[in-house]
Every structure is written in structure tokens, then in C-alpha cells.
């Protein structure tokens, strides 16, 4: 069955650093998403992008977050300049057609550690 | 501001009870309603999706309902497993755009042998 899959499973990184999490989504899905989890928390939406561009993002995705989607299988979030609070389980999502049976495939995380 | 809370926080149960987890969400105006399964150190699995304008949904047994008017949606697992031992989370989809996906803060079950 296809999958979604992320690396590196876990990203140690020093305060202030750029770090780059990948996303590999199911090949005909159109929609991507990036949500984070910090330890303890809900699950939160950060973005979503479809057709090349940001289709939504939250009030966490401020101007130290970006998204890209480089070529035709990679999908990326970029942090700037990495903040303690940054710290968090970041999941990619992708899915095929918005519809009202339509579900979201979730990738198994990038646990990113900032120090 | 849609928020979606989930209880119990946590439930520990014997092998083969029948178990009921909730969940509530403050506007109604939702989409649809998802139940994901979240592993350690893996992502999120969806379980069951049920449509704004049904009323429940089923698969094996997991029996998810839901009754959008007063806000509240619960999963039913059946005889229940030690391999059901996972996260439970509840996800609206506001129906605004490209799904965004709002979620409780799960129900941890752990299923005793």
C-alpha cells in the first residue's frame, strides 16, 4: 500500500540553525500538509499546499517556516532560525481530492530536537 | 474557534471489555468528523471517517458515531485487544478550503492482558 514517508526520523539541531524536514507523499495525491505535535500537545495544522502554492497556514507558520515542493516527489518545511519552542514531532500529510470521504495519509514523523 | 476535546485522557482496561472513548467539538458547522489510531514513534492511521450527514460509521469493531447538533462524536471498540493499546485522536475537517484537520488531544488506551 502506498505510503507517506519523512526524513531523518529525528533532527538534533543547535538553536538558531536552518533545518529542513522532507516529505515523500503518496505519488497522485494534490494536497500536502505539515502539522507539528509538541510532546504532550494536540496535534496542530501548520500548512497546506496545493498546486505549488500555500493553499492555508495557521498563526504558528510565521515568516521562520517555508514549504516547498523542489521537484515532482519531494515536499519540504523549512525552518529559519530555530527556536527551543520548535521543538516538536512535525508529521506530513498528503491526500488525493478534497472530498467528504477523502482521508489524509499521515507520514510517521520527524521528531526535531533544537538545543 | 473550533476546539475539540477528548475524554478520558487516559483509560486502562482488561482484554475483551467493550470501551467507549469521547469526543466533543465546540461548532458544529464541521465537514466531517475522522478518527485516527497514533502508534509510537509512528504517524497517524485513520480508522474511520464519518460524513457531516451521517449519523455513523463502521468498520470490524470500531463503531464510530456522531451527532453533529449537540457536538459530540464516540468510538465504540468492541472486545477489546492488547494490540488496540494506542492513541486514540478525533479530528474535525472544517470544510474550509483544503481540509484542514482540527484535533483533540487523544485518548491514550491500554488494553491488559
Known amino acids: 500500500e502506498p505510503e507517506v514517508t519523512q526524513t531523518p526520523s529525528h533532527q538534533v539541531t543547535q538553536m538558531g540553525q536552518e533545518v529542513i524536514l522532507r516529505c515523500v507523499p503518496i505519488?497522485?495525491?494534490?494536497?500536502f500538509y505539515w502539522y507539528r505535535q509538541i510532546l504532550g500537545q494536540k496535534v496542530e495544522f501548520l500548512v497546506s499546499?496545493?498546486?505549488?502554492?500555500?493553499?492555508?497556514k495557521s498563526e504558528i507558520f510565521d515568516d521562520q517556516f517555508s514549504v516547498e515542493r523542489p521537484d515532482g516527489s519531494n515536499f519540504t518545511l523549512k525552518i529559519r532560525s530555530t527556536k527551543l519552542e520548535d521543538s516538536a514531532m512535525y508529521f506530513c500529510?498528503?491526500?488525493?481530492?478534497?472530498?467528504?470521504?477523502?482521508?489524509?495519509?499521515f507520514g510517521p514523523g520527524t521528531r526535531l530536537t533544537v538545543l | 474557534k473550533q476546539e475539540v476535546t477528548q475524554i478520558p485522557a487516559a483509560l486502562s482496561v482488561p482484554e475483551g471489555e467493550n470501551l467507549v472513548l469521547n469526543c466533543s467539538f465546540t461548532?458544529?458547522?464541521?465537514?466531517?468528523l475522522q478518527w485516527f489510531r497514533q502508534d509510537p514513534g509512528k504517524g497517524l492511521t485513520s480508522l474511520l471517517l464519518?460524513?457531516?450527514?451521517?449519523r455513523e460509521q463502521t468498520s470490524g469493531r470500531l463503531n464510530a458515531s456522531l451527532d453533529k447538533s449537540s457536538g459530540r462524536s464516540t468510538l465504540y471498540i468492541a472486545a477489546s485487544q492488547p494490540g488496540d493499546s494506542a492513541t486514540y485522536l478525533c479530528?474535525?475537517?472544517?470544510?474550509?478550503?483544503?481540509?484542514?484537520?482540527?484535533f483533540g488531544q487523544g485518548t491514550r488506551l491500554t488494553i491488559n492482558p
Open positions: 479530528a474535525v475537517d472544517l470544510g474550509q478550503g483544503a481540509q484542514k484537520l482540527v
Open positions: 505519488s497522485n495525491h494534490l494536497y
Open positions: 461548532d458544529s458547522a464541521i465537514y466531517n
Open positions: 499546499f496545493y498546486n505549488n502554492e500555500i493553499s492555508e
Open positions: 500529510a498528503s491526500l488525493q481530492r478534497v472530498t467528504s470521504t477523502d482521508t489524509q495519509y
Open positions: 464519518i460524513q457531516s450527514s451521517q
